[in-house]
């Protein structure tokens, strides 16, 4: 199979900037600050709805990134008008750290604190003033980095925990676990702190944060890969054993690239070990859990499958896929990642909801009953995957 790289590029780039942005745009909330918290399956938006913390940094991302990408007011405006919620109305003034979540004007709602919430607002804070020069932005998301050092770094171990309440006292980790079991430390939230910290870095390049970034590189080489399984560990207790027989496809091939744009901006590409460890983990994912009609299943517990298409695992597989294929030149990625943008474009993308994504569809791409936007919904998996091909074949 040859792949036409500009058409996939022009595709991508218009698919963005003419479907994803827009639908997003249009959720801008006026007269509260931040955007609008739901869109049900029915496309109806919900004004009173919950604005999520992570929500709000994925949206402020999402937004500085388009503007740094495109430089187009249109974005800046948007991200402007994010960060302002952010810090305005998200930002704890008196305890410090991101709520969970806020009410539809912005009042505290839920003001448990999650370490992978605050480490969106790193990653967000970062990307805006990657993208603005605001300084103040920078010196929050400094602010934020400092709180996740000091609060939820285990050092002794080391590890980072996950749940607070309000007044940073840990919490079981509720809000993270799944599959019936409660985590006291995840593979996602190391993964997310991760990416944070990696664009931390690209802004401020600072040797706590590398000293951080360094740590995290062995933590998920030595404590959650599986160096014989080539698969990632989800759930953990505190002694960093593995609580449940779970693989999760789209978390594992999401990890390989963020971990390499890690060694990236550390200068650790050719990391013998971390190097593997990114392609290893790439050809397992393309050899398991790609289906025959291109898409990416969504996980195995035991020796049961989900194969549930997830809006945000193709994404992810997209750009992971693509990274290997910058990394080995194995033109089966390549011909991994063109499947799955067919597959999304057929069965993905919410041509009702005017190109914004689907949640997941079913084996036989029949399109489940989730909402559109929400807490978690929002326009960073897909917005990303656009943004990280556009860069990458430019």
Not at 222 to 228: A, G, M, S
Not at 252 to 276: F, N, R
């Amino acid at each position: 199979m040859t792949v036409n790289m500009i058409q996939l590029q022009s595709e991508i780039s218009e698919h963005w900037e003419k479907k994803i942005l827009p639908f997003w745009s249009n959720l801008k909330d006026t007269t509260n600050g931040g955007f609008y918290g739901w869109v049900g399956n029915d496309l109806q938006v919900d004004r009173q709805a919950p604005k999520g913390g992570i929500a709000t940094a994925r949206q402020l991302w999402s937004f500085a990134a388009a503007y740094r990408v495109t430089g187009q007011d249109i974005w800046l405006d948007h991200a402007e008008h994010a960060y302002r919620f952010l810090a305005d109305h998200v930002i704890d003034p008196e305890y410090g750290g991101m709520y969970w979540m806020v009410d539809a004007v912005g009042n505290p709602l839920d003001t448990s604190k999650h370490v992978y919430t605050q480490s969106f607002g790193v990653y967000a804070l970062s990307e805006y003033y990657r993208a603005t020069g605001d300084d103040s932005a920078l010196e929050l998301s400094k602010t934020l980095f400092a709180l996740i050092e000091t609060k939820g770094l285990h050092t002794d171990i080391p590890a980072y925990r996950e749940q607070f309440d309000r007044f940073w006292n840990e919490q079981p980790n509720e809000m993270l676990s799944e599959n019936g079991v409660i985590a006291d430390y995840t593979m996602n939230t190391h993964i997310h702190v991760l990416e944070a910290y990696t664009t931390l870095y690209r802004v401020w390049p600072d040797a706590q944060v590398k000293a951080a970034l360094e740590r995290l590189l062995a933590i998920l080489y030595e404590r959650v890969y599986d160096q014989d399984t080539k698969f990632l560990g989800v759930f953990f207790n505190k002694q960093w054993e593995s609580i449940i027989d779970l693989r999760s496809f789209g978390h594992d091939i999401e990890a390989s690239w963020l971990i390499d744009d890690a060694l990236t901006v550390l200068g650790l590409e050719q990391h013998p070990a971390y190097a593997a460890m990114v392609t290893d983990i790439a050809y397992n994912i393309s050899n398991i859990a790609v289906q025959a009609d291109g898409s990416l299943m969504n996980e195995q517990e035991g020796k049961h499958v989900d194969e549930t298409r997830i809006w945000w695992v193709q994404a992810e597989a997209m750009v992971g896929f693509y990274n290997a294929y910058q990394r080995t030149g194995d033109p089966q990625f390549l011909e991994r990642v063109e499947r799955l943008w067919a597959y999304t474009k057929e069965h993905i993308v919410d041509h009702r909801a005017g190109g914004e994504w689907h949640w997941s569809v079913d084996g036989n791409g029949t399109p489940d009953q989730h909402e559109v936007a929400g807490p978690w919904k929002c326009p960073y998996h897909n917005s990303r995957f656009c943004i990280e091909l556009i860069e990458r074949m430019g």
